[in-house]
């Protein structure tokens, strides 16, 4: 078993919201791989950045991805988050 990913799990949260956008949390932390809080928490972190925006629907929420937004990391900031799930998701073709 491999103990390191390429992706963080921000990313790999992203990449789940981004294919569904009304997942529950507990179903991103099954696909991911962590635990619920972990996922409350990137979540949390990804909307006080401004990546994510949330409407309620209900009990449930539905997740709006801003893909306009620089990547934070220096050696990847001419990058969009856009660009990151253009290249885990087949989204120029949907």
């Known amino acids: 078993m491999h103990t390191w990913t390429f992706l963080s799990n921000h990313s790999h949260v992203l990449i789940c919201l981004a294919r569904d956008p009304e997942l529950r949390m507990r179903e991103v932390a099954e696909q991911v791989g962590i635990t619920e809080r972990a996922v409350q928490r990137i979540v949390k972190e990804l909307s006080d950045a401004g990546v994510l925006e949330a409407e309620k629907l209900?009990?449930?929420?539905?997740?709006?991805?801003?893909?306009?937004?620089?990547?934070?990391?220096?050696?990847?900031?001419?990058?969009?988050?856009?660009?990151?799930l253009d290249s885990m998701l087949d989204t120029q073709n949907a």
Do not use: C, F, S, W
């Not at 929420?61 to 306009?68: A, S, V």
């Not at 900031?77 to 856009?82: E, P």
């Open 58 to 84: 209900g009990r449930r929420k539905r997740y709006h991805i801003q893909g306009d937004m620089a990547l934070r990391h220096p050696l990847e900031a001419n990058h969009t988050v856009q660009d990151l």
